[in-house]
């Protein structure tokens, strides 16, 4: 005896928007690219009405020839009083690294914080939250709620 599956839109529909977020293509990041030493709209709050989003792969590191940006890097530098914000694309990246930001203290009252993220110009946000994780569980909570009822 063959089972029978029926279609069912309430569930399906969701997990179709839950797979369709969760893909990333093959292209290049794209990250805002920088300096508030240089131009203080890259400091925070961040105003990108005088940027424009790099495409990562575009950039090359001598020291790196072969290596794909993966990331994209917001670095807050704190040297005695004054702050500095750079926006940059990051090559390597760690598992830590890519989910939080970091914070390294160094001598003469220096203080470093490293936000790393992966999707296109998020390293625009004032942290690392990444918003993509807040919409699959959006809907993944509304898929459960449409199921229920």
């Known amino acids: 005896m063959a089972a029978h599956l029926s279609f069912r839109p309430k569930l399906w529909v969701p997990l179709l928007f839950t797979f369709a977020f969760t893909i990333h293509s093959g292209t290049a990041i794209k990250c805002w690219d920088c300096n508030s030493h240089y131009d203080r709209n890259c400091a925070d709050p961040f105003r990108n009405a005088t940027f424009a989003l790099t495409d990562c792969d575009q950039k090359n590191l001598d020291h790196f020839p072969q290596q794909k940006a993966s990331v994209c890097r917001k670095i807050i530098q704190k040297v ?23 914070k ?46």
């Open 80 to 102: 005695r009083d004054d702050y500095r914000f750079v926006r940059t694309c990051g090559w390597l990246s760690s598992e830590k690294e890519s989910t939080d930001c970091f």
């Open 104 to 149: 390294r203290a160094g001598t003469f009252n220096v203080l470093v914080q490293y936000c790393s993220c992966d999707t296109d110009g998020c390293n625009a946000a004032p942290s690392s939250i990444q918003y993509s994780w807040i919409g699959l569980l959006a809907v993944v909570v509304l898929s459960t709620l449409m199921v229920v009822k």
